[in-house]
C-alpha cells in the first residue's frame, strides 16, 4: 500500500472562519448578473452531484435546520429547492439507483453488498446497467469522483477475497477516483482508501470530509478547459462514527443543550415559515423508543453528541463552498448543474463494543462514559436525535416511510434555472441519469460491453429546470429488506414489513392517520401495482 501525498491546489483553504463568513458572496454577485440563455444554445453544461450520508431532512439551514451550512444555503437561494423528492431509503440501494438511473434491484443491489446469486441482490453493479460516467463518457465528458463508492463487495476483515475489480470506479466509467469502496469507517484512518485503482494510506491530519472535497477541488482545478466535466462528490459525512476535527465540535458545545424536543418543535417552526412544508401537517409524535428529554439522565453526554454530528454537517458545508468557488474560479459556475441531497433519512443505528464491522477501536461504543469525536472512539448518535433530524417525518434511514426516504433536494444551475425557487415536485434518484443525458444531448445505449441493458425508469428534470412543463411520475416504488411502499400522486401505500398503510399526502405527509380501514380498494389497487413492480424490478 502506497502513502500518498496530497498537495492542495488554491490558497486559504485552511481558514474555516474566512469561508464560513464570507459564505458565497462573490458567487451570489455572478448569479444574481447571469442573463439565462435558451437552453438550445447553452453548451454541454458541467455536472456536480454531491450527496450527503444518512443526513436528516431537517438538517441543513434552508431546510429548517439550525446548524450553519452557508455554502449549501446559497445554492437553494440561487436555485431551486425541492420539498418532495425521494432516495432509495439507505446508502447502498439509493447509490445504486443514482448512478444508472433504475431501481436499485435491477442494478444488482437490492439490499446490501454481500455477495448474493439472486439477480436483484448480488451486492455490486450488474452487468445490465450503465453508470452516468459510462452513459456521458461517449458524450466527450471527462467524469470525476471523490468519495464513498459502496456500490461492489468490500469486507475489511478479508478484502482480498472480497474484491469485484469489474465494479469499481474506474472499471465503470469515471476516468478518475479517490475514494473508499466500503461504505462507513474511521474518518481518520478509513479502510479501502484508493486514488484510482491503488489501495493508498491516509496522509498525515487526515479527515475524510476534508479530503473527499480537497480532492474534488484537485479534479476541477485539473480537468481540461475544453472539455465539460462529471463530478460525483459522495460524501460519507454524518454518517457515523461521529467523527470530526476539535475545533469544529467546539463551535457546538452547549447549542442542543436544550434537547431533542425543543430541537423538533424549533425546527418545525422554521420549516412551516420557510415553506418547506405545509402549516396543516402535524409534527409528528416522538418514536415509541425516544424519551422526553427531561427524563433523560445524560444530557450533557446527549448534547456533545448531536454536537459532533453537527461539526461533521459543518464540515462538509465548509468544502462545499471550496468546491463552489473553484468553480469561480475557473470561470465556469454559470453553466455548472449542481446537485445537492442526502442518500437517505437519519440514522437511528446504535453502535455498541469496540471491535466493529470496519475495524478495532480502543474507545469504541455508544455510551456515556466515552464522549465520541476523536480517532479512537467509535459511537453514533441514535434514535432521539435521528427522530430529531427527520422532523416533521416518522421512521429512520432503511423504513420507507418519509423520514428514511424524503431528500432535502437543491438545483443550482444560473444559465438555465431562475434563482430562488421551492418545488414541489414529486422527483427520484433514478431522475438523474435521464437528466444528464439530455443535458449532454446524449442517448442512453441499448447494449454496453455486449450487455443488453435494462432499460431506464427515471424522467428528465430538464423541462422543470427550464421553467417548461414537466411529466410525472405515474408511480415511484420501494423495497428494502422487507420494508415497501409504492407512492402514486398524493397517494402513498408504506409497510414496515407486515400489514399496508395507506396515507393522503396532500394532507398528512407526516403519516399519521392510516386511512386503510377506509378505502380497502384503494389499497388493493396500488398494492398489486407494487406486486407487478417488484416482479419486473427482480424484488424477491
Given at each position: ?10 490558497t ?18 455572478l ?10 444554445k ?31 444555503d ?18 447502498c ?23 448474493s ?37 468490500y ?28 461504505g ?27 479530503a ?31 467523527h ?10 452547549g447549542v ?9 418543535e ?16 402535524q ?26 454530528y453537527?461539526?461533521q454537517?459543518?464540515s ?19 453553466n ?20 466493529t ?7 469504541g ?49 444560473p ?22 443525458l439530455?443535458?449532454?444531448?446524449g ?71 392510516n ?24 424484488v424477491?
Amino acid at each position: 500500500m502506497k502513502k500518498y501525498s496530497f498537495t492542495i491546489l488554491g490558497t486559504g483553504w485552511q481558514n474555516n472562519t474566512v469561508i464560513s463568513s464570507i459564505g458565497l458572496g462573490l458567487s451570489t454577485v455572478l448569479i444574481s448578473g447571469c442573463a439565462r440563455e435558451s437552453p438550445e444554445k447553452i453548451p454541454q453544461p458541467n455536472i456536480i452531484l454531491i450527496m450527503a450520508d444518512d443526513m436528516g431532512y431537517s438538517d441543513i439551514g434552508c431546510y429548517g435546520g439550525e446548524i450553519p451550512t452557508p455554502n449549501i444555503d446559497r445554492l437553494a437561494e440561487n436555485g431551486m429547492l425541492f420539498t418532495q423528492f425521494y432516495n432509495g431509503g439507505r446508502c447502498c440501494p439509493t447509490r445504486a439507483a443514482l448512478l444508472t438511473g433504475l431501481y436499485a434491484h435491477q442494478a444488482g443491489v437490492g439490499a446490501m453488498v454481500s455477495p448474493s446469486d439472486r439477480p436483484g441482490y448480488l451486492g455490486r453493479l450488474n452487468e445490465s446497467s450503465a453508470t452516468i460516467a459510462e452513459a456521458l463518457r461517449p458524450e466527450g465528458y471527462q467524469t470525476f469522483m471523490s468519495g464513498k463508492w459502496h456500490v461492489t463487495h468490500y469486507n475489511y476483515r478479508d478484502p482480498e477475497t472480497s474484491f469485484h475489480r469489474d465494479t469499481w470506479p474506474i472499471q465503470r466509467g469515471f476516468d478518475r477516483f479517490f475514494g473508499t469502496l466500503s461504505g462507513a469507517g474511521s474518518f481518520f484512518t478509513p479502510v479501502s482508501l484508493m486514488m484510482d485503482n491503488e489501495f493508498i494510506e491516509p496522509w498525515e491530519d487526515f479527515y475524510y470530509t476534508d479530503a473527499i472535497s480537497h480532492q474534488a477541488v484537485r479534479f476541477i482545478e485539473g480537468a481540461d478547459k475544453n472539455s465539460p466535466f462529471l463530478l460525483y462528490v459522495s460524501h460519507v459525512a454524518p454518517h457515523w462514527p461521529l467523527h470530526a476535527r476539535p475545533e469544529h465540535i467546539e463551535r457546538f458545545q452547549g447549542v442542543y443543550d436544550k434537547g431533542w424536543d425543543h430541537m423538533r418543535e424549533e425546527r418545525y417552526e422554521r420549516m412551516v415559515r420557510k415553506g418547506i412544508i405545509d402549516k396543516n401537517w402535524q409534527l409528528s409524535p416522538r418514536e415509541e423508543n425516544v424519551p422526553e428529554w427531561e427524563s433523560v439522565e445524560y444530557k450533557e453526554w446527549e448534547s456533545h453528541r448531536m454536537a459532533v454530528y453537527a461539526a461533521q454537517v459543518y464540515s462538509m458545508d465548509l468544502g462545499i463552498g471550496r468546491i463552489i468557488r473553484s468553480l469561480e474560479r475557473k470561470g465556469i459556475i454559470d453553466n455548472t448543474l449542481i446537485i445537492f441531497l442526502s442518500d437517505n433519512g437519519a440514522s437511528n443505528e446504535v453502535i455498541q463494543g469496540t471491535d466493529t464491522r470496519h475495524g478495532n477501536f480502543e474507545r469504541g461504543g455508544t455510551t456515556p462514559e466515552i464522549y465520541p469525536g476523536g480517532p479512537d472512539t467509535y459511537a453514533s448518535y441514535g434514535p432521539a436525535w435521528a427522530n430529531a433530524g427527520n422532523t416533521p417525518y416518522r421512521r429512520y434511514k432503511k423504513w420507507m416511510h418519509e423520514g428514511g426516504i424524503a431528500t432535502p433536494m437543491i438545483a443550482h444551475w444560473p444559465a438555465v434555472i431562475e434563482r430562488g425557487q421551492i418545488s414541489g415536485h414529486v422527483g427520484h434518484i433514478i431522475d438523474f441519469m435521464p437528466t444528464f443525458l439530455e443535458m449532454a444531448g446524449g442517448t442512453y445505449p441499448e447494449i454496453l460491453n455486449g450487455n443488453q441493458l435494462t432499460p431506464l425508469e427515471g424522467l428528465s428534470l430538464l423541462p422543470l429546470f427550464r421553467g417548461d412543463e414537466q411529466p410525472e411520475h405515474d408511480a415511484l416504488f420501494w423495497e428494502h429488506l422487507g420494508f415497501r411502499a409504492v407512492r402514486q400522486g398524493d397517494w402513498k401505500l408504506v409497510s414496515q414489513g407486515d400489514e399496508w398503510e395507506l396515507y393522503d399526502l396532500k394532507n398528512d405527509r407526516t403519516e399519521l392517520n392510516n386511512l386503510a380501514p377506509e378505502f380497502p380498494e384503494k389499497v388493493k389497487q396500488l398494492a398489486g401495482m407494487w406486486k407487478e413492480w417488484a416482479l419486473r424490478a427482480n424484488v424477491k
